[in-house]
């Protein structure tokens, strides 16, 4: 069964950012759990932005899970990237992913990389750039096997990066270069713009499929925009997908209506695929 999920950003200078709440882990968490979520998604500065005490206690009073962390702020934030041309750079994003795989393992969530993959920078081969990213990915994913959790690359659109940006490519790049206990991200709102079938790239990815960014086509909370979103999730229960739909989307037209809207596409979507009119 599929699970539903909200993602909550703490970092305000992101304002404009694809995250349907904002406030603080006192306020977001238990308004998560009124409208019925089964999990957050956190957005933070940096591992050391959260009081992890405080986040196990409330996540244990709400009985809410974590279902992921992101690492997004290292890239935008700190400018940290796996695939730039400066050595300094890249280890300092490995040692930022590293902290947010540990930070999340206390909760048994795994880390996203999405932006923090990067671009092939100019200058920088191909296929040097695919190197970095691929050492990184394997580095990355023992460190979070050790850790009981596993570590999950996203594909992002043309217009976030320049490496791949569908499935099927994240898929070849983790079996050829032999990459276990990585899951792929499927953010269906980047799919829109790459995929050429959402359905057909989900049912070929398969079990590589580890989580799922639920928006629409216009990145507003699903219902809002023109995504087939029934036969999406009809091809996650092809493939028997039982993660979470992540609500990574605008919090339009407020933080609280985006929420309500998710929860009842969710609810629509899953309850029975041939009932959703999402
Ligand atoms: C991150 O999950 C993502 O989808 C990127 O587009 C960052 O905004
Ligand atoms: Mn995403």
Redesign the pocket.
Known sequence: MMKSCVTISLVPTLRKG?WIFWDDLEVSIPKAKRVGFDAVELFTASADAVDADGLAELLATERIGLAAVGTGAGKVLHGLSLTSADADVRRQAHEYITAMIDFGARFGAPA?I?SMQGNVEKDVERAQAFAWLTGSLRTLAEHAAACNVTLIY?L?NRYETNLINRLADGVTLLEEAGITNVKL?A?L??MNIEEVSIGDAIRNAGGQIGHV?FADSNRRPVGNGHMDIKSAVAALGDIGYSGYLSA?ALPWPDPNRAAEQTMRAFQECTRSNSECSA
């Open positions: 694809p996203i999405g996203e992002l991200l953010d709102f980047h960014h990574e």
